[in-house]
């Protein structure tokens, strides 16, 4: 608290900055609330002419690459159909109900266990385990919130932007052996994955563990802390995944293709073309220049080694 005061008594810029994108977000323009917000959260100046780390890329990204296929694939909906087209329906978790209004929702049709979420955002999900015990208004209550929220005003994350909100039903899934769901983050350059990301206890104590596609471990964070404890062993069908993630981001400039594996199967989760929104604190500035040498923003600006 007292080094963000001294910092506003020190630079009004800084103080104005945090003004405006509390107060009047929808008069700014993509790029200043973009570059506002990265100097708030990152404490320097964005290069837009020449960005050279992860992060910084992301931002050029949301700026300047609209392609409205993208809106298609972070839709949690029409996404559906469009993984089903290209490596098949076996890979997608069922929808069992979709409303335009939480007043709509009707569970009485629904089995008792099942998932509500939006389709347009992040975070807007609700587990039932049990029917008997499920808080119903609750569940409306939050899902209606979301419901009124457009997530590209949250960092300029442009994909959402024109994705037409619903609310759905889909199947409860949970690996009978482990009795979690732990979510496989595979992070795709030009149709190529390089680093996979493991979420686990995301619920209790949220922590990620790094590996690249060999399945080694990377001693690095981005944003959550990893546990060297906690062993994952190699998925027996990590081949597959990886292939898999090649399929659905070819000719994609980057996107993160998440899938979950229960019970040895792969079933796919989500696109996300903004890591963290682009603010992500990386524990290895080597790692955000590697990633970042990944991104080819145009023709032969394609970098980075392992």
């Known amino acids: 608290m007292f080094k963000k005061l001294r910092r506003y008594l020190r630079d009004p810029k800084f103080a104005l900055g945090c003004d405006l994108?509390?107060?009047?977000p929808n008069w700014m323009s993509?790029?200043?609330y973009i570059e506002t917000e990265w100097r708030i959260v990152v404490g320097y100046k964005l290069d837009l002419k020449n960005p050279k780390t992860f992060n910084e890329k992301l931002q050029w990204l949301k700026l300047y690459d609209h392609n409205p296929l993208y809106t298609t694939l972070v839709d949690k909906l029409r996404v559906?159909?469009?993984?089903?087209?290209k490596i098949g329906a076996q890979y997608v978790i069922p929808t069992l109900a979709v409303w335009e209004s939480a007043d709509d929702i009707d569970i009485s049709q629904l089995p008792d266990q099942f998932v509500l979420k939006c389709n347009h955002d992040s975070g807007s999900v609700v587990i039932c385990k049990e029917k008997s015990t499920f808080d119903l208004n609750a569940a409306k209550e939050k899902l209606s919130k979301a419901?009124?929220?457009?997530?590209?005003?949250?960092h300029r994350?442009?994909?959402?932007?024109?994705?037409?909100p619903y609310i759905f039903a889909e199947a409860y899934m949970v690996d009978q052996k482990t009795n979690d769901l732990p979510d496989y983050k595979i992070f795709t350059f030009n149709g190529d994955?390089?680093?996979i990301q493991v979420d686990f206890d995301r619920f209790v104590d949220h922590k990620r563990n790094l590996y690249d596609t060999e399945w080694n471990f990377i001693d690095a964070t981005i944003l959550y802390p990893s546990s060297k404890d906690r062993v994952f062993d190699k998925p027996k069908v990590l081949d597959e995944m990886l292939k898999l993630s090649k399929w659905l981001s070819s000719g994609i400039r980057h996107v993160r293709v998440d899938f979950y594996i229960i019970n040895n199967k792969i079933y796919f989760g989500e696109m996300t073309f903004y890591h963290e929104a682009g603010l992500g604190q990386f524990s290895s500035n080597d790692l955000g220049e590697y990633m970042g040498g990944l991104i080819q923003l145009s023709d032969g600006q394609i970098s980075g080694r392992v």
């Open 21 to 24: 994108i509390q107060k009047h």
């Open 30 to 32: 993509d790029k200043f």
């Open 157 to 164: 994350e442009w994909a959402y932007k024109n994705v037409k």
């Open 193 to 195: 994955p390089k680093i």
């Open 147 to 154: 419901l009124q929220y457009n997530w590209y005003s949250e």
């Open 80 to 85: 559906k159909d469009w993984v089903a087209e």
